[in-house]
């Protein structure tokens, strides 16, 4: 009897690693299928003149060194916001809040906001930044919108990295006589920050492709004048690439730009990714 049961267990087990590994496999036609799609429709557009020209409304002339600019100066502002709300908030709740339901009820409604579409975040930044504090379109108004989309991220990952430090390890600190503050900056932190940074990858990650709320925002799709300051209205990647995916009806050129902008992204995203990486590795190897 137990060596039927036992059989049947290699059966499922092995049913279960092919339908996985075909859907893996799937997912891996399809991503090189779309990755092939947008490298063959962006080679003779992709160049150094795409990349220091403003842009244009004829195709041959559009570049995108405004948008790259404006993309730039959202995360200017979204790194240092989400961070430093983020782990501070983190830290509160789980090293000064305590177990009480009002502290409760925190945890649960910021885990909640992870899941909320981003165009109600969108709607939230149109409200508060662009017209109660007067912000408009600008850089400001859009960084300080997807800090708002991104936070319950950040938020969420520094509590699990915090709740991951060994508990002795606060307690050796404070056996030597060290205060809380100093216990949670020279001890906790420091192991925590791995985990801590792992969160903020995954923020800008989601941030610097996010095009509702920016939408929602009233960013426009065609502007000629490069952003000097946080200040100034903008434009930036994910937008460019849904306007120019839009227009490609009228003008199938259209097409050509946005591959050659998503390969942009994807270079710019996997830049800040690996810089995030390697802090985050070494961070954890001195530690």
């Known amino acids: 009897m137990s060596q039927k049961r036992t059989d049947r267990r290699i059966i499922k087990n092995q049913i279960a690693g092919k339908i996985f590994f075909s859907s893996a496999l799937f997912a891996l036609i399809v991503l090189s299928v779309l990755l092939y799609r947008i490298f063959s429709q962006s080679i003779g557009w ?11 409304i004829f195709p041959d002339k559009a570049g995108i060194y405004g948008v790259i600019i404006g993309s730039l ?62 912000l408009g379109s600008s850089i400001l108004a859009g960084g300080l919108t997807l800090s708002l989309l991104v936070l319950p991220i950040v938020v969420v990952s520094s509590q699990e990295a915090l709740k991951a430090v060994p508990g002795f390890l606060r307690e050796a600190s404070y056996a030597m006589g060290a205060s809380k503050w100093t216990t949670i900056r020279k001890v906790v932190l420091p192991v925590a920050i791995p985990g801590i940074l792992t969160g903020v990858i995954l923020a800008i990650s989601r941030a610097i492709g996010e095009t509702a709320p920016l939408v929602v925002l009233g960013i426009p799709a065609l502007l000629l004048k490069v952003p000097t300051s946080l200040m100034d209205d903008f434009t930036a990647l994910p937008i460019q690439i849904y306007y120019w995916t839009l227009d490609t009806v009228l003008t199938p050129e259209y097409a050509n730009l946005a591959a050659a902008t998503i390969i942009v992204l994807l270079v710019t995203l996997f830049l800040m990714n690996s810089i995030a990486i390697v802090i985050r590795n070494k961070s954890q190897k001195g530690f």
């Not at 992709?46 to 244009?56: A, R, V």
């Not at 409604?109 to 992870?114: E, P």
Request: proline residues 3%; positive net charge.
């Open 46 to 56: 992709l160049d150094l003149q795409f990349l220091t020209s403003k842009l244009s």
């Open 73 to 134: 100066g959202l995360m200017v502002v979204v790194i240092p916001v989400t961070l430093i709300l983020g782990v501070s908030t983190a830290i509160y709740l789980e090293e000064y809040a305590g177990k009480s339901a009002i502290s409760n009820l925190i945890k649960v409604n910021i885990s909640n906001l992870a899941s909320v579409p981003s165009v109600i975040f969108g709607l939230l930044g149109l409200a508060l930044f662009g017209r109660f504090f007067n």
